[in-house]
């Protein structure tokens, strides 16, 4: 199975221009399946629930949401992305998953981080698990990776792959994910996006360094920290399957979950 990111730059506000650019983006790439950044045809930095609204929208009916179902029936792959939905009076920082055959499903971030509790909603729903044939795949957004128990549930429903959005500026996560892999023997696929944005008195530097990861840590390939980039790797995703450490030790078999 072939699956890959984007790392691109988004302008704040310029919604046509940010889904054009990934659409074009999409289409060069040779790849089952796709992720793009958190919040990737927006931009990051809002500055009340009122903006957030605006750009925000519904799902699946939204421009955004049938732009990528269109292409992912001309293209045949699966596309994971983030974006600002609305439902009623309320706004989420959500992503979806699209497939060939339409849209497949939405998560909302459960852990927003810093000033996105001004403007989001937390996250309502269960964490899912797509089978999209060839990979089962869970879905997390940027700061969820800070919390291990949700890769873990993940794992424990019995994810493939790991999709996760991103809008990274803290430093950390590139090299957490390694350890969020080991841990659960699942493959990781962070899309993070570059640039920077200052629409208040705070300035947020984007890391990039978005990355593919195999489930014993590998990193099959890292970004650039400032850089648009776009990569493709193949990978097993049956791999993720076999939890035996060692002939005597099976990652979920063996937690002691009457002491935790």
Not at 16 to 30: F, H, M, Q, S
Not at 181 to 200: P, Q
Request: glycine content about 8%.
């Amino acid at each position: 199975m072939r699956v890959g990111f984007l790392q691109t730059f988004p302008l704040f506000g310029k919604k046509d221009e940010n889904l054009d650019n990934a659409v074009a983006g999409i289409k060069r790439t040779d790849a089952d399946l796709v992720v793009l950044p958190e919040l990737f045809n927006t931009g990051y930095q809002f500055t009340s629930r009122k903006e957030v609204f605006g750009l925000a929208e519904t799902i699946p009916e939204g421009q955004t949401t049938q732009a990528l179902i269109k292409l992912s029936k001309e293209k045949h792959r699966y596309i994971v992305a983030g974006l600002s939905e609305r439902e009623g009076n309320y706004s989420y920082n959500s992503a979806i998953l699209v497939g060939p055959s339409g849209f497949i499903g939405c998560y909302r971030k459960l852990h927003l981080f810093h000033h996105e509790k001004l403007w989001f909603e937390p996250g309502n729903g269960a964490l899912n698990i797509y089978d999209i044939g060839q990979a089962r795949i869970g879905i997390m957004i940027c700061f969820d990776w800070f919390f291990p128990e949700v890769a873990r549930s993940l794992a424990l429903k019995g994810a493939d792959i790991i999709c996760h959005p991103a809008n990274l500026v803290l430093p950390y996560c590139p090299q957490a994910m390694i350890t969020r892999c080991v841990e659960n023997r699942v493959f990781a696929i962070t899309a993070n996006r570059i640039g920077a944005e200052k629409r208040s008195e705070e300035m947020l530097t984007f890391i990039g360094s978005s990355q593919i990861l195999g489930i014993k840590g590998e990193i099959l390939y890292r970004a650039s920290s400032d850089r648009e980039e776009s990569m493709v790797v193949e990978i097993n995703p049956k791999n993720a399957r076999d939890k035996q450490i060692t002939p005597a030790n099976h990652l979920f078999h063996d937690r002691r979950v009457e002491f935790l």
